[in-house]
Every structure is written in structure tokens, then in C-alpha cells.
Nanobody
Framework: QVQLVESGGGLLQAGGSLRLSCVAS????????MGWFRQAPGKEREFVAA????????DYADSVKGRFTISRDNAKNTVYLQMNSLKPEDTAVYYC??????????????WGQGTQVTVSS
């Protein structure tokens, strides 16, 4: 079992920056693929970014590419999402997720509780 806890959400103006953190416990963190997802009111949950156990592979949704950066610190069992040039359409609850299967094809097995990000114009 894995427990994930997100933090770092908040309210800010368009063009600003924010860094989300997710702390994992309960299972070996370094071997997990970590991902970030988000869900806006009335919309489906969507993929934002992912990073492999080796840190050599990252993927981003087209909507955030060039603005967001995913990273991890295995010594701290923590994954980060650095969000720059934020837009009102980035407003959502952001969720941290983990999986232990294939980086490309396995489904995510564990989820955090979410943290709210609100971007005003």
C-alpha cells in the first residue's frame, strides 16, 4: 500500500507560479512512476505530467507543456510539480498518483486527496 499527500495549492493571479508537492509513504518510492492529474468543476480528470523511476523519462499534456515541470527527490519520497505562467484555465483540484507497473502502459494504483489551485484573471 502507498499513501500520497499533496500540498502547495492556493490562490494566485494569472502569470504567477506555484509549486505542488506530494509526499509518499508505505512502499518503495524510488521504484514508482509518479504522475500529476487535475480535475476542474464539471469536467473529467485529465493527465498533466508523469516521471519515471529513473528520472530519465517525463511526459506532459499539451496544455501545460513548456509551462509545467515535474521532478522528484527520491531521498525525500517527494514528487513536485512546478507551475509557471499560470492561466485561469489551470484552475482545478490537482492529484498526485503512483504506479508500479510499466511506465507507459500500467494504470495508476494509488491516489492522493488532492490540492486546490485557483488562478484568477
Amino acid at each position: 500500500q502507498v499513501q500520497l499527500v499533496e500540498s502547495g495549492g492556493g490562490l494566485l493571479q494569472a502569470g504567477g507560479s506555484l509549486r505542488l508537492s506530494c509526499v509518499a509513504s508505505g512502499r518503495t518510492f524510488s521504484s514508482a512512476t509518479m504522475g500529476w492529474f487535475r480535475q476542474a468543476p464539471g469536467k473529467e480528470r485529465e493527465f498533466v505530467a508523469a516521471i519515471s523511476w529513473s528520472r530519465g523519462n517525463t511526459d506532459y499534456a499539451d496544455s501545460v507543456k513548456g509551462r509545467f515541470t515535474i521532478s522528484r527527490d527520491n531521498a525525500k519520497n517527494t514528487v513536485y510539480l512546478q507551475m509557471n505562467s499560470l492561466k485561469p484555465e489551470d484552475t482545478a483540484v490537482y492529484y498526485c498518483a503512483a504506479k508500479y507497473g510499466s511506465y507507459l502502459y500500467a494504470t495508476y494504483d494509488y491516489w492522493g486527496q488532492g490540492t486546490q489551485v485557483t488562478v484568477s484573471s
